[in-house]
């Protein structure tokens, strides 16, 4: 299930911010060539800021001449600057309105302003949730529904196989429960992932599980890449990543004898010598194997930081939350080495960490208090300032670049993303 593209560009703030000047020459003579017409296209770069004074409380009262932004150490022009305190976004920027005609008093209209809450997008990703979990999740979004989303808010939600989740953006607080009521996990068992096949980069299965929730996330930032002086958050419940888990039980390379699972057609494989007689020996097709899959890790992480920084790009904010709370042993049905079932759990959970870490997020993984974590997000999300500002580097082969938010006003404590990568160019119409 991919997430539909019309359903994050269905509200009328998906304007992308972007200046095109072009430039042309004078018309030719007839018998001159045309010379090319030349197009440069500079995006507006947005960043949330958080600010807090020495006790930890937001600081709602700066002005924009008290912010400077650096991109790669040189300053950069605030061209817009919104600030949010409550969940409440106000346009710091912007002339005050004009007084009231004397004579008649009429009640006040409300203004129309879509940019009055915060915008969520909670990703299920069901492919790596496990069934027997299914309802410590909907548990966790019922939490998530009364702790996070308020009356205001933006949120869509979509989930990545079996559930069959897609909710648009809505204000209708209503469409969340009937995605919890949908909630089913559909994740592999460790005893599933080693029994089953492995092709030549490891657990077959796993890895196209975990490359549709991947697309179906990048697909998503795509779309909110097109917000502008919003906060976004995506808020992302799995179980976490590894592309290569509980490989000595897959390959049958442990012990023979050990009581824990392993996959017994390898086990035979590796025991059994040329002369049909049984003993320790190592297959030298799971040993190819086994050096086949060393790069696993490398894979993961490479597709993690693609992830990451379409995130930055878009300004989201991802905050990832593993159902499992406080992890233990494997179930007691799921006979694991506990060794291989700890290096799963601690490989799973550091994939969680990374996807918040690198965008400014927070990751709940390996603990109990949902509610706790689920406050703290939702302030993080209430309490911030967006600014803006077209950068000053137009050359595009400098796709990562850095920034830094300085304060003229001292004892604050300053947090925002450290970096942002532009998309490469594309190349040109045949």
């Not at 808020?235 to 490989?247: K, R």
């Not at 017994?264 to 010598?273: A, E, G």
Request: a negative charge.
């Amino acid at each position: 299930m991919t997430l539909n593209p019309k359903g994050l560009c269905s509200f009328g703030m998906l304007a992308a911010l972007v200046a095109g000047l072009s430039a042309q020459a004078p018309a030719p003579a007839p018998d001159q060539p045309t010379p090319p017409n030349f197009r440069v296209q500079i995006d507006a770069v947005t960043m949330d800021v958080i600010v807090k004074d020495g006790d930890g409380r937001f600081v709602p009262d700066l002005r924009k001449d008290e912010f400077e932004v650096f991109e790669d150490g040189v300053k950069q022009e605030i061209t817009s600057m919104t600030m949010s305190h409550g969940g409440r976004v106000t346009n710091v920027l912007e002339a005050a309105p004009p007084p009231p005609p004397e004579g008649i008093i009429l009640p006040p209209v409300r203004r129309v302003n879509d940019t009055s809450g915060r915008i969520f997008l909670f990703f299920v990703d069901d492919l790596h949730l496990q069934f027997q979990n299914s309802g410590r999740v909907r548990e966790l979004f019922k939490k998530i529904a009364k702790n996070l989303v308020h009356e205001g808010d933006l949120f869509g939600v979509v989930s990545s196989g079996p559930s069959s989740i897609a909710i648009d953006m809505t204000y209708d607080r209503r469409r969340l429960d009937d995605a919890i009521n949908k909630i089913a996990g559909s994740g592999l068992k460790p005893s599933e992932i080693i029994n089953r096949g492995s092709g030549s980069e490891g657990p077959t299965e796993l890895r196209y599980n975990a490359h549709v929730a991947f697309s179906t996330m990048r697909e998503a930032l795509d779309n909110l890449e097109k917000v502008h002086n919003r906060r976004k958050a995506l808020v992302w419940v799995s179980e976490g990543y590894d592309f290569n888990p509980f490989q000595e039980s897959r390959l049958g390379l442990r012990d023979p004898s050990s009581p824990f699972l392993q996959n017994q057609s390898n086990v035979m494989q590796n025991s059994q010598n040329d002369d049909g007689s049984s003993g320790q020996r190592v297959d030298p097709i799971n040993n190819m194997q086994k050096q086949s899959e060393t790069f696993s890790d490398s894979d993961l992480a490479f597709e993690l930081g693609e992830l990451t920084r379409s995130a930055n790009r878009a300004n989201t904010t991802i905050y990832t939350i593993d159902p499992r709370g406080l992890v233990a042993g494997s179930d007691i049905d799921e006979q694991v080495d506990p060794s291989e079932w700890n290096a799963f759990v601690r490989k799973s959970q550091d994939s969680m960490r990374v996807l918040a870490e690198e965008t400014g997020g927070l990751a709940v993984v390996n603990m109990n208090d949902f509610d706790k974590a689920l406050k703290q997000v939702d302030a993080a999300s209430s309490d911030y300032y967006v600014l803006g500002y077209y950068s000053s580097n137009p050359d595009p082969t400098k796709r990562r670049r850095q920034i830094e938010v300085k304060l003229t006003r001292k004892g604050l404590d300053v947090y925002s993303r450290k970096e942002y990568v532009i998309r490469p160019p594309k190349p040109p119409a045949p």
